[in-house]
Structure formats: structure tokens, C-alpha cells
């Protein structure tokens, strides 16, 4: 029972350190990700007025358009990041679950050696 518990300890502890890491991760990704987003809005805003200016005769579709192939790259470059920020998220999500499962079985763990010892 010793060994088992403190198997179980050094779970607990690594995943801890675990979620530690990704929660370092997940703030980098986070502020990769809303730059990407503010670059790309920013471009494609500023491409808006451009194409507008330079060609009042366009539509507004095809302004639109230019645009949008104009910034296309930023537009990949932000849903990647997006993408790793998420996954980073989801990662955290399931440690932080698996972390509360080994938390429940230790404590259930302590419970059961302090009644054994209590039973001789």
C-alpha cells in the first residue's frame, strides 16, 4: 500500500508541475494569438481604406475582395495560432480533470490506511 500511495504522490506532483508549465504555455500562446488577430485586423482594415481610396470605382464586394487576398497569409497565420492556444486550453482542461481524479484517490487513499491502522 505504501508504494501504491506513493506512486500516487508522485502523479499528483507531476501533474502538477504539469499544469504549471501549460499555464505558462497557454499565456504566450494567448498573447501570439491576439496579436496575430490585432495584426490582421489591422492590415485588413487599412487595406479596406486603401483600395477604397485608390479605386472609388470598385464595389464594395470587390473591395472586399482585394482585401481579403491582400491579408489572406495574416488571416492563416492568426487561425494557427488560434488553433495552438485552443489546444493548449483543452490540454490545461484535461490536467486540471485529472488532477482533481488524483486528488480524490489520495485523500480516499489516506481514509483507508488511517482505518487499517486503527483496526490492529
Do not use: H, W
Amino acid at each position: 500500500m505504501s508504494a501504491d500511495f506513493q506512486k500516487l504522490n508522485t502523479e499528483l506532483f507531476t501533474t502538477s508541475k504539469k499544469i504549471a508549465e501549460k499555464s505558462n504555455e497557454i499565456e504566450s500562446a494567448r498573447t501570439e494569438y491576439l496579436g496575430a488577430k490585432d495584426k490582421y485586423e489591422r492590415d485588413y482594415s487599412m487595406n479596406l481604406l486603401l483600395t477604397k481610396t485608390k479605386n472609388p470605382e470598385m464595389t464594395q464586394s470587390e473591395i472586399k475582395a482585394e482585401s481579403i487576398c491582400k491579408v489572406y497569409e495574416l488571416k492563416l497565420a492568426m487561425r494557427v495560432k488560434e488553433s495552438a492556444y485552443r489546444r493548449l486550453m483543452s490540454e490545461l482542461k484535461s490536467l486540471n480533470t485529472l488532477l482533481e481524479s488524483l486528488q480524490e484517490i489520495s485523500y480516499n487513499s489516506r481514509i483507508e490506511m488511517k482505518n487499517v491502522g486503527k483496526s490492529y
